[in-house]
């Protein structure tokens, strides 16, 4: 959610545009040494990254500009909700079609119009 508030309302989708929520991060840098530590998503439960995935798509939701000139309905979040899940469904991984429902989620909350 940091992501999100770092860049609210930064973003002004057009109608027919599919806002692309980033990939989760599982690594992590650590200052003093400069070392990297990452989380192999083989060795843990898929569970254990849903509410990170519903973060990651609040974050993404609070990018959407509600200023004059967005565009954003409910049928936008409905047509964006399909489309996501085409795109993630290519890849025939049932855990990336999981993550993109739960990012979906989080992006219905992070919504500020609906």
């Known amino acids: 959610v940091g992501r999100g508030a770092f860049t609210l309302g930064a973003v002004r989708p057009l109608p027919t545009e599919l806002l692309q929520t980033p ?8 200052p003093p040494q400069g070392g990297v530590m990452s989380l192999d998503p083989a060795h843990h439960d898929p569970k254990l990254n849903v509410w990170a995935e519903f973060s ?22 409905m047509h964006h909700k399909s489309e996501a ?20 989620a989080g992006f219905i909350l992070g ?4």
């Open 23 to 30: 990939q989760l991060v599982l690594h992590g840098r650590f």
């Open 56 to 77: 990651n798509g609040v974050a993404t939701a609070l990018q959407v500009s509600t200023g004059p000139g967005a565009e954003v309905t409910r049928g936008w979040i």
């Open 85 to 104: 899940a085409a795109v993630n469904g290519q890849a025939a991984q049932t855990q990336n079609t999981t993550a993109s429902t739960n990012a979906h």
């Open 111 to 114: 919504d500020r119009k609906s």
